[in-house]
């Protein structure tokens, strides 16, 4: 041990908090030697912490000690404090992203080199449950489950895939060979030819897609309520389109999801971190042939447990809930949509 | 409220060691030696340049430097930066600027130190400067194993063991990652995200049996 040691003690053992709630503790100081300590001070705020740089908020230090105080060598003098919890941000412990709550102890001491010394300990603040313990939680018997029988949920089948590549190639190999001929620079002609397909994979194609999609059909009324919402309640998801030509309707599906966002900026290196903290997707499947002018309606509740984390936002640390809406037809890629709501806490 | 334990608790750590560090943070964590060039640095006309491939150490090089200096400037040149006039300026990420600013800069009375990725040597000497360049190359397995020790050590919660990561692992993760120390942090950040119990990290490679 050194000749002087600060420690954060809170009075709760577990040192879970709720919101607005009062955090008592004491500071401790212990010296093996004679000193003068002229201040002793706390600080509370919460940081961030994983892939992400940090971002944090800090409250008003607390002065607990503003005259100097003389201890002798041995002696233990105790400093409490006490301070309301603010509302928010909730503790989280995620995979790329960690919320946690710190309350951190200061004392200016006379000693010469070294004169301020500090202690930090965490605490919990009206926390959320990890995607371990939302996944292994039985449903809340608050949540009914959608009432269409047709709805279940799963994860959505993907996209058919190989008509992507087979079409990508196609154009690939066609854009060689053409530019190729009449220029006689393979090196080239191959690098225009991927540019050009690029182009072509990632306007082009999308602009033809919208343009199949009105075509065929035409979305009435695309809903998602409420937009703010707490965990423990429901997102109703309403969806009604009209057909306007012959189309084969493979399948439905939502998702509700909430994903942390973390981007660390380094050095040379900036990079964007992403991990599906909380999904919730519902399918029906219709596998039917449609005929122009039909109606048709999906409707589908998704929950979110209780416990569930809330929305947060700073500068480099996000979680992001949404509900993606998708209609998946016969060989083309699907219809969707992706809109944000925020989950407030508790 | 749900019974939930404190921030890995259960490694004996408060935060994953390998997570990204704060610029505050950075300069304790750094195994680096630049004390040799701080004396120089104090006088102006001189530019100590840190050349490399990302993820070798520029940064945490300039960041380490600056806790000697730190009144002076440091600016990252990703994002579109005023450059103040100070002695001694710590420039990061050099290579994103136009030759021509970067030439102007060169040309005031102060000193640099520099994290590029290209060598600016001929312009340093074309503004008369005196200059050395640091090549930040690898990683040996003694220098890795400080790195580690330090950041574990430094997201420590309280007194006994804690996870570690053994010295044939630190070597079979310098041959994966080719001596990139980013990315190694970045993998060990997942190895500990995964760790259920105080343990050493045990890596597993594709394809080593």
């Not at chain 1, 393979?186 to 919208?210: D, H, K, Q």
């Not at chain 2, 360049?133 to 804690?162: F, M, N």
């Amino acid at each position: 041990m050194s000749k002087y040691q600060l420690q954060v003690v809170f009075d709760r053992k577990d040192r879970t908090y709720r919101f607005n709630e009062e955090v008592s503790g004491k500071v401790v100081l212990d010296t093996r030697a004679q000193l003068t300590c002229r201040k002793i001070w706390i600080d509370y705020g919460w940081r961030t912490h994983g892939k992400g740089n940090q971002d944090k908020g800090v409250g008003s230090p607390l002065n607990l000690l503003s005259e100097a105080a003389q201890l002798r060598s041995g002696e233990r003098r105790e400093y409490p404090f006490r301070f309301r919890t603010p509302s928010g941000p909730a503790t989280y412990h995620g995979h790329i992203l960690n919320v946690d709550w710190y309350v951190t102890a200061h004392a200016h001491l006379d000693i010469p080199f070294r004169p301020n010394i500090k202690n930090e300990q965490d605490f919990l603040l009206g926390i959320s449950m990890s995607k371990d313990e939302l996944s292994s939680r039985p449903q809340d018997a608050r949540i009914k489950l959608p009432a269409d029988p047709d709805i279940q949920p799963g994860n959505p089948p993907k996209d058919p895939f190989l008509p992507k590549i087979f079409g990508g190639l196609g154009i690939l190999l066609f854009l060689v060979a053409f530019f190729s001929s009449s220029l006689r620079y393979y090196a080239f002609s191959l690098l225009l030819g991927l540019f050009v397909a690029y182009l072509i994979y990632s306007y082009v194609f999308p602009a033809i897609l919208r343009a199949n999609w009105k075509r065929k059909f035409e979305i009435n009324d695309l809903r998602i309520t409420p937009a703010e919402l707490y965990p423990g309640d429901r997102v109703t998801c309403r969806l009604q389109f009209q057909t306007k030509r012959k189309i084969y309707l493979d399948h439905f599906a939502a998702t509700l999801s909430a994903e942390e966002v973390a981007i660390s900026e380094g050095g040379s290196d900036r990079s964007e971190f992403k991990h599906v903290a909380y999904k919730q997707s519902y399918v029906k499947s219709y596998k039917e042939n449609l005929i122009a002018g039909r109606l048709i309606s999906f409707d589908c509740v998704l929950p979110v447990l209780p416990g569930a984390p809330a929305t947060f936002v700073s500068s480099h640390n996000d979680i992001k809930w949404s509900v993606k809406v998708k209609i998946s037809f016969n060989r083309w890629p699907g219809w969707e949509k992706t809109i944000p709501i925020t989950v407030l806490r508790r | 409220m749900t019974n939930m334990r404190l921030a890995y608790a259960h490694l004996n750590l408060r935060w994953n060691p390998f997570g990204v560090i704060s610029i505050e943070d950075a300069p304790q964590l750094a195994v680096v030696e630049v004390e040799e060039f701080v004396d120089r640095l104090q006088r102006p006309g001189f530019a100590l340049q840190f050349l490399g491939e990302p993820g070798r150490g520029k940064t945490t090089h300039l960041l380490a430097l600056r806790e000697y200096f730190p009144q002076a400037p440091y600016l990252h040149f990703r994002e579109k930066a005023e450059i103040p006039q100070a002695p001694l300026l710590f420039l990061d990420d050099t290579q994103w600027l136009p030759a021509s600013l970067r030439k102007r800069i060169f040309s005031r009375q102060s000193s640099f130190v520099i994290g590029t990725l290209i060598d600016h040597s001929k312009e340093l000497i074309k503004a008369g400067m005196q200059h050395t360049s640091v090549c930040l190359k690898g990683v040996t397995v003694d220098h890795l194993g400080l790195i580690i020790k330090r950041r574990i050590e430094w997201a420590r919660r309280g007194p006994g063991p804690v996870p570690g990561v053994p010295e044939s692992e630190i070597t079979r993760l310098i041959q994966e990652y080719n001596g990139d120390t980013r990315a190694i942090l970045s993998r060990l950040y997942e190895e500990f995200q995964a760790l259920e119990g105080i343990t050493d990290v045990k890596i597993s490679i594709a394809g080593s049996v």
